[in-house]
Structures are given as C-alpha cells and as structure tokens.
C-alpha cells in the first residue's frame, strides 16, 4: 500500500446503524482512512442522513435533517461513509431536496460532490490498492442495492479483497439481487422482504462459504438475522472489518464476546 502524499481531512459520516449497532465498522473504517493518509474526524452533532423520512414521502422533516447535516459536515476536504444507502442519500438526493438555483441547493450539491461511499473512496481517490490484513477463510460478497446502481460500487471491494492474505473468493449467484431489506421496505412488506432474503441465504449457502461480507449494515444485518433463523453457519461481517484486520469483534448477529 503507497498512499499518495497530501493528507486531506476526511470527515467520517458514521450512520446510525453503525453507532447505534455495530461500532466496530466506524473503527475500522477511520483505520482505513487514515491507514490511507487521511486525517479522520467524527464531526459532532451528526444524526441520521434522512433516508428513512425520505423513503416514507416525509419531505419536510428529510429536509430539515439535510439542512442540519450539511452544516455538520461542512469545511472538510471529503465526507466518507461506510455505507453506500447512506452515501448514495448525501451524494444523489440531497441536492435534489432543494429549489434549484437557492443558496440550500449549491450548499447540498457542494457536500455531495465531496462524499464517497468507504471502499469506493479508498480506491477511486485515494488510489489504494490493498492493505495489510490477513483472514484465512472462504468468503462471498453481496453487492448493495444503493452502492451499486448509485454509486457505481462493484469491483472496488473485489480488488482490495484480492489482497487479505488466505482470503478465497467465491463469486455469489445473483450477487446483484436485493437482499429484501430496502430500508423501510422490510418494514412495509415482510412477506416479500422474507421471501427475497430466503433467496440470498440459498445462494450465499450454495457458494460454500464460510462467511458473507456487504459494504452495508442494514443488509448485512438483514442477512445475518436469517441465516441465523435458518440455523445456517454461515457468518456475516462488514467489508471495512475484513480489510482492517479487526475481526476480533464477534460476527454480526453472533453472541458477544
């Protein structure tokens, strides 16, 4: 790993599910940045990105938590999130919320100019080609809905996977099919969320794997909590925990430690 020279200061948007549920990717995602060469702050007074209000057609109450979070975030070289739904809320949609040609509308494309999804940031600015983490095991990568049709993230994670050492890839079938989580969908429609991850734990079973990496939370969790239900030994962990090199951490939805 050579990271390029500059140091910009990264402000590291952490998301709720992460504070509130797995604090362990925000720790391991400020190791990659700074692993990286960045200068990694947690700004304060960061909440929710909105999503959720704004996938329930609350427009007014997304847009006053945009308002708070722009502020939050603003004067830092990038915003970087280990999340690509959350990400892809900040880099697509907030710019959207707003009056075009109003000072909130240059203040939300501003922000979302500068914010990344984690591994796509690593990669695709920051140039990074692997980091130094080792993790003997078989494993299969789920491609998030809002990461890869929004942010365009697929390979990314692939490629600095390639450099775990004892790491083996297998490839899953419908890689690219929703997990049945969506956010508030599994919520509004449980027998078809159900059916839907029913069919991912199939695939990821079939692969042979022993463990099931994602980029974000809420599906890993979704998964996770299934193929626990199913009594499938299969485990769950987010892609920033693999390639720091923090696994110690039980895996998602396993018994603490």
């Known amino acids: 790993m050579s990271p390029p020279a500059d140091r910009p200061r990264v402000a590291l948007f952490v998301t709720c599910l992460v504070d509130l549920f797995r604090p362990s990717v925000g720790f391991a995602a400020v190791k990659l940045l700074e692993d990286a060469g960045c200068t990694v702050e947690v700004p304060a007074g960061q909440s929710c990105c909105g999503q959720p209000a704004y996938?329930?057609?609350?427009?007014?109450?997304?847009v006053e938590i945009a308002r708070r979070t722009i502020e939050v975030l603003s004067g830092y070289d990038f915003v970087v999130v280990p999340s690509g739904s959350c990400a892809g809320m900040l880099r697509k949609h907030y710019p959207e919320l707003?009056?075009?040609?109003?000072?909130?509308?240059?203040?939300?494309?501003?922000?979302?100019?500068?914010?990344?999804?984690?591994?796509?940031?690593?990669?695709?600015?920051?140039?990074?080609?692997?980091?130094?983490?080792?993790?003997?095991?078989r494993i299969t990568y789920h491609d998030s809905c809002a990461g890869l049709r929004e942010l365009g993230v697929k390979q990314q994670p692939r490629r600095l996977l390639e450099s775990v050492r004892g790491l083996e890839l297998r490839e899953l079938p419908g890689a690219e099919i929703c997990c049945g989580?969506?956010?508030?969908?599994?919520?509004?429609?449980?027998?078809?969320?159900?059916?839907?991850?029913?069919?991912?734990?199939?695939?990821?079973?079939?692969?042979?794997?022993?463990?099931?990496?994602?980029?974000?939370?809420?599906?890993?969790?979704?998964?996770?909590?299934?193929?626990?239900?199913?009594?499938?030994?299969?485990?769950?962990?987010?892609v920033a925990e693999v390639l720091a090199g923090m696994t110690e951490e039980p895996p998602i939805g396993g018994p603490a430690a």
């Open 181 to 238: 989580f969506g956010g508030t969908f599994c919520v509004k429609y449980p027998a078809i969320s159900t059916r839907m991850v029913d069919d991912k734990v199939t695939d990821i079973e079939a692969t042979g794997a022993e463990l099931v990496l994602a980029g974000d939370l809420g599906c890993l969790m979704n998964m996770a909590g299934r193929l626990k239900r199913v009594g499938s030994k299969v485990e769950a962990r987010h």
């Open 55 to 62: 996938n329930q057609g609350d427009r007014a109450d997304t």
């Open 98 to 137: 707003f009056p075009a040609g109003s000072d909130d509308a240059a203040r939300a494309r501003e922000v979302a100019e500068r914010t990344f999804e984690l591994i796509s940031f690593l990669t695709d600015v920051r140039g990074i080609t692997g980091f130094e983490a080792s993790l003997p095991a």
